[in-house]
């Protein structure tokens, strides 16, 4: 993976596969802006990123609100242009019916999955294109029409369909846009299946691609 001297941004930075990506992108040599809401959890990763090789850098940043969005950007960017956008941050609740699941969990889950990406997707594009290079890896989900979690696989559809439109949108830039489905991790939001560690490697190819390479894909990982 050619990723030294890159300015990584991972959302989700605290725990689980974003941190996982970041030490990992870490010891390829990348700066690695570490973002997420939990400070000491972000401060704590970027260490690690940092005793790895790389230069970790800790950014408070709430992904559902523009303005935390925009002032978590503006701080990362004194780090250089980023050049590498992970949309890791996501959430799932409880396994709920959809006339049990509450209008408000449904915005929450919808916010942070879909709006989060969008929004630092929006702020950070324009430099791409400007600078005619830029990678996006949004992290999507495998299960898209799991039984009570309807919120969580719309959700992650919507992230799909959000990859392939914005490809589209960029096609003929040297801004590559796609996603990832990694399998069930084992994490503070899911317990079970594969370690984090297991499948950066594959992610980070893709935030690593060689101009001309495919866009607009969704990445089965198994």
């Given at each position: 993976?050619?990723?030294?001297?890159?300015?990584?941004?991972?959302?989700?930075?605290?725990?689980?596969?974003?941190?996982?990506?970041?030490?990992?992108?870490?010891?390829?040599?990348?700066?690695?802006?570490?973002?997420?809401?939990?400070?000491?959890?972000?401060?704590?990763?970027?260490?690690?990123?940092?005793?790895?090789?790389g230069v970790g850098t800790a950014v408070e940043m709430d992904v559902t609100d523009p303005k935390s969005v925009e002032k978590g950007v503006k701080q990362?960017?004194?780090?250089?242009?980023?050049?590498?956008?992970?949309?890791?941050?996501?959430?799932?609740?409880?396994?709920?019916?959809?006339?049990?699941?509450?209008?408000?969990?449904?915005?929450?889950?919808?916010?942070?999955?879909?709006?989060?990406?969008?929004?630092?997707?929006?702020?950070?594009?324009?430099?791409?294109?400007?600078?005619?290079?830029?990678?996006?890896?949004?992290?999507?989900?495998?299960?898209?029409?799991?039984?009570?979690?309807?919120?969580?696989?719309?959700?992650?559809?919507?992230?799909?369909?959000?990859?392939?439109?914005?490809?589209?949108?960029?096609?003929?830039?040297?801004?590559?846009?796609?996603?990832?489905?990694?399998?069930?991790?084992?994490?503070?939001?899911?317990?079970?299946?594969?370690?984090?560690?297991?499948?950066?490697?594959?992610?980070?190819?893709?935030?690593?691609?060689?101009?001309?390479?495919?866009?607009?894909?969704?990445?089965?990982?198994?």
């Amino acid at each position: 993976m050619n990723l030294k001297d890159k300015t990584v941004l991972i959302t989700g930075a605290g725990s689980g596969l974003g941190k996982a990506m970041a030490v990992a992108a870490g010891q390829a040599g990348a700066k690695v802006i570490c973002a997420g809401r939990r400070k000491d959890r972000i401060q704590q990763t970027a260490e690690g990123v940092t005793k790895a090789g790389g230069v970790g850098t800790a950014v408070e940043m709430d992904v559902t609100d523009p303005k935390s969005v925009e002032k978590g950007v503006k701080q990362a960017e004194k780090s250089g242009p980023i050049e590498i956008l992970i949309n890791n941050a996501g959430i799932i609740t409880g396994l709920k019916s959809v006339q049990e699941l509450p209008i408000e969990e449904w915005d929450k889950i919808m916010a942070t999955n879909v709006r989060g990406p969008y929004l630092l997707i929006r702020t950070i594009l324009p430099g791409m294109i400007q600078r005619g290079f830029g990678r996006i890896v949004n992290i999507s989900a495998p299960i898209k029409h799991l039984p009570k979690a309807s919120a969580y696989c719309a959700s992650k559809c919507a992230l799909d369909s959000l990859t392939k439109a914005v490809s589209y949108e960029v096609k003929g830039a040297d801004v590559l846009v796609n996603a990832v489905e990694p399998p069930f991790l084992d994490t503070e939001m899911h317990k079970g299946g594969k370690k984090p560690e297991e499948v950066v490697t594959q992610i980070l190819e893709l935030a690593a691609l060689d101009t001309g390479a495919a866009s607009g894909r969704i990445v089965k990982i198994v």
